[in-house]
């Protein structure tokens, strides 16, 4: 009876030691790495526009996982572009894992910058969005065609 006793005893501690290291991983918000490396392949697989995979987390909550992933684009992708290849890149990703709930994907393009912020040269020098409308509202009343604006949001 002793020895039935200990190996039982002995079963039961293995099991909580695993469903230990579980906890431990969930509360530590480890990474699952097969999950990072299923999704990037699948970020790089899905459109020639995603050049590189910048960065990548997967966290399981619960029984389900959310992804963040941020990816480079194409240079040539405006930032309508940029916003399509998130959007299907995160609902392919919540298709092709079934176990992802959410995805968060954001798209940059290195050399995209806006034409507006070009122009008005707030990329050089913090503006408040009152001098960025009025310098947009000035740009646009020097060109010809323009003959009266109403009103300039940026």
């Known amino acids: 009876d002793a020895a039935a006793g200990l190996l039982v005893a002995g079963m039961i501690c293995m099991t909580g030691a695993e469903i230990m290291g579980e906890a431990v991983k969930q509360l530590t918000d480890t990474s699952d790495n097969a999950l990072v490396e299923r999704v990037k392949a699948?970020?790089?697989?899905?459109?020639?526009?995603?050049?590189?995979?910048?960065?990548?987390?997967?966290?399981?909550?619960?029984?389900?996982?959310?992804?963040?992933?941020?990816?480079?684009?194409?240079?040539?992708?405006?930032s309508s572009a940029n916003r399509a290849v998130e959007e299907?890149?995160?609902?392919?990703?919540?298709?092709?894992?079934?176990?992802?709930?959410?995805?968060?994907?954001?798209?940059?393009?290195?050399?995209?910058?806006?034409?507006?912020?070009?122009?008005t040269g707030v990329h050089e020098e913090m503006k408040s969005v009152q001098e960025v409308e009025e310098g947009a509202r000035l740009l646009l009343l020097a060109h010809?065609?323009?003959?009266?604006?109403?009103?300039c949001t940026v």
């Open 144 to 151: 010809d065609e323009v003959q009266t604006l109403e009103g």
């Open 88 to 119: 299907k890149l995160r609902f392919k990703i919540m298709e092709e894992e079934p176990g992802v709930i959410d995805a968060d994907v954001h798209a940059t393009s290195s050399s995209l910058t806006c034409p507006l912020l070009t122009a």
């Open 42 to 78: 699948l970020a790089l697989e899905s459109s020639d526009d995603v050049t590189e995979v910048k960065r990548i987390r997967a966290r399981w909550m619960g029984s389900s996982a959310i992804v963040d992933l941020a990816v480079s684009t194409s240079e040539n992708l405006s």
